[in-house]
């Protein structure tokens, strides 16, 4: 049974930092590829970065490219994305989703809110 369990968000004032969490069950961490959404009130969900926790070859959405960084603790099965210089438009629910590379299947967390707000 998969299970990845979301953490870190919060209410934070622009220009602040947070560090968002996954922690990993039941999937084969070490061969996936691991990856964060977004999804804003009235906007569609979008990918924020993903890691291929084999390699650590990373990717970013151009909107958090130099602010947000993407890694993975294997040992821990754990997801991480720290985030700095956070703007308001950075306010959604963050959703961790894991790629299994053996099982081509999509799962995902329920969910951390984050808010940028003074």
């Known amino acids: 049974q998969v299970q990845l369990v979301e953490s870190g968000g919060g209410l934070v004032q622009p220009g602040g930092s947070l560090r968002l969490s996954c922690a990993a069950s039941?999937?084969?961490?070490?061969?996936?590829?691991m990856s964060w959404y977004r999804q804003a009130p009235g906007k569609e969900r979008e990918l924020v970065a993903t890691?291929?926790?084999?390699?650590?070859?990373?990717n970013y959405a151009d909107s958090v490219k130099g602010r947000f960084t993407i890694s993975t603790d294997n040992a821990k099965n754990t997801l991480y994305l720290q985030m700095n210089s956070l703007k308001p438009e950075d306010t959604a629910v963050y959703y961790c989703?894991?790629?299994?590379?053996?099982?081509?299947?999509?799962?995902w967390g329920q969910g951390t809110q984050v808010t940028v707000s003074s």
């Open positions: 989703n894991a790629f299994p590379l053996s099982e081509l299947v999509n799962y």
């Open positions: 039941g999937v084969t961490f070490g061969s996936s590829v």
């Open positions: 890691r291929t926790t084999s390699d650590g070859n990373a």
